[in-house]
């Protein structure tokens, strides 16, 4: 049977992120995806110019509506916005114990550009991590929820405040190649991958989105982790461009 995978983000009309991504990579991967869209966004492969986050009224109702006919095997959660809609979060997965949740705690678009008109580092880490099995933030986001420079102090900070594992992505350094890292309070784990030519749009959400996936189909976290990424680098080797700014993951 297909996993069903709610995933929580916001709408990206460029079709390249949020839940255009999530959508495409959960099916890619043989789950089915029900969606929860926390905002509207303005932006295309270049740029984020706005975002209209959607009213709690309104999203407390798609929620309790499917929860009335679906049951979940994992949740996916991408860009939130506010500190409201990150307490909705938390209080709806209240509803899901047991269910392993993925946060990709977006801040800011791959091509550039806020998607939050507040801080939210103290909400997610203390009211929204805590529900979650994973984070799965790049570096720079990193670095902005901790306070710290390096990989190593930004992985254990994450780990020792919220108690749960933090997947560092390596996207954004200068390296030759790409050094994920995972922090779970057992210790550290590093995958390399090829550093590929272009910059692209999306590929947080498609990881996120293809860990929660897999950990949907039944695959432990060390798993769905390290699948995740060799699914993410298959996808970006076929990546193309459909405008003039970042490629987009070919995500089949």
Known sequence: MK????????????????????????????????????????????????????????????????????????????????????????RLLEQLPGIPVILDPVLAAEAGGSLTRESLADAMLDRLAPHCEVMTPNLPEAQLLTGKDSVADCGETLVQRTGRAALITGTHDTTEQVTNHLFTDSGEQAWQWERLPHSYHGSGCTLASAIACLRGHGE?????????????????????????????????
Do not use: C, W
Request: glycine share 12%; hydrophobic share 40%.
């Open 220 to 252: 432990s976290l060390a798993n769905a982790v390290a699948d995740g990424q060799a699914h993410v680098d298959r996808f970006l080797r076929g990546a193309f461009r459909p405008g003039n700014g970042q490629h987009v993951p070919d995500r089949r």
């Open 3 to 90: 996993p069903n995978i709610l995933v929580i983000a916001g709408h990206d009309p460029s079709g390249g992120a949020g839940i255009h991504a999530d959508i495409e990579a959960i099916r890619a991967l043989g789950g089915f995806a029900s969606t929860l869209i926390t905002g509207l966004t303005v932006q295309n492969s270049q740029n984020v110019k706005g975002f209209q986050l959607t009213d709690i009224d309104l999203l407390q109702q798609q929620a309790d509506t499917l929860l009335e006919d679906y049951t979940y095997q994992a949740v996916k959660i991408g860009m939130t916005g506010s500190v409201a809609i990150i307490d909705f979060i938390a």
